[in-house]
């Protein structure tokens, strides 16, 4: 299988894993451990480089059945996180984003710019309707992201998630493809008339 890349940036692109990246994922989780339990519910069910083998397999059965990508975050070709889309609603032609950095890269606008890259794949190349993202409510770097990317919070849902010992509730985020292509284009002629 050719491995799908996608470049977000100079520096950043977007990759289809491989069962041999599997040892390099899971030492980035386990060296994140902590900073990622914070808000995924995941953690304790990643614990040897086998769960992280299977977890890539799952990204490359989504991919094979047009679900979408979920692809590792390279950073000056080294891992440093994950994004992608949770699997994609054809039915309704809407998708969910989801994605984790490690610690030390955060701050950096990384994750911004894949959710960005993202965002306009769904619409220019998937032709989805819906883009959103679920955020804990108490997880504001993430909700900063989506409001810097013109997403409107339209939805509260109580108790969406368990974390290990307790709930959280989510903001649900999105943004529509016609929104987004007049933000686009307001964005590209603010930026004309700044040359």
């Known amino acids: 299988m050719t491995l799908e890349k996608f470049e977000v940036s100079d520096e950043i692109s977007l990759k289809l894993l491989s069962l041999s990246d599997a040892p390099t994922l899971f030492a980035l989780v386990n060296d994140n451990r902590q900073h990622l339990k914070q808000w995924l519910p995941w953690l304790d069910s990643t614990q040897t480089v086998q769960d992280s083998e299977a977890f890539i397999k799952t990204t490359h059965q989504q991919f094979q059945s047009g679900l979408g990508l979920m692809g590792g975050i390279y950073l000056n070709h080294n891992l440093v996180g994950m994004c992608g889309y ?49 955020i804990a409510e108490h997880n504001y770097k993430s909700q900063d ?49 700044n040359t």
Not at 89 to 116: E, F, M, P
Not at 167 to 172: A, D
Request: net charge negative.
């Open 86 to 134: 949770h699997p994609i609603d054809k039915v309704n032609g809407n998708a969910s984003i989801g994605y984790w950095l490690a610690q030390q890269y955060q701050g950096q606008g990384v994750a911004t710019k894949c959710v960005h890259f993202l965002i306009d794949h769904a619409f220019s190349t998937l032709a989805l309707n819906k883009v959103s993202l679920s």
């Open 145 to 193: 992201i989506a409001l810097r990317l013109g997403l409107v919070n339209k939805e509260f849902k109580p108790d969406a998630e368990f974390l290990y010992d307790h709930r959280v509730n989510h903001l649900c985020y999105w943004v529509e493809y016609t929104e987004w292509l007049a933000q686009q284009r307001h964005i590209e002629n603010t930026e004309i008339d």
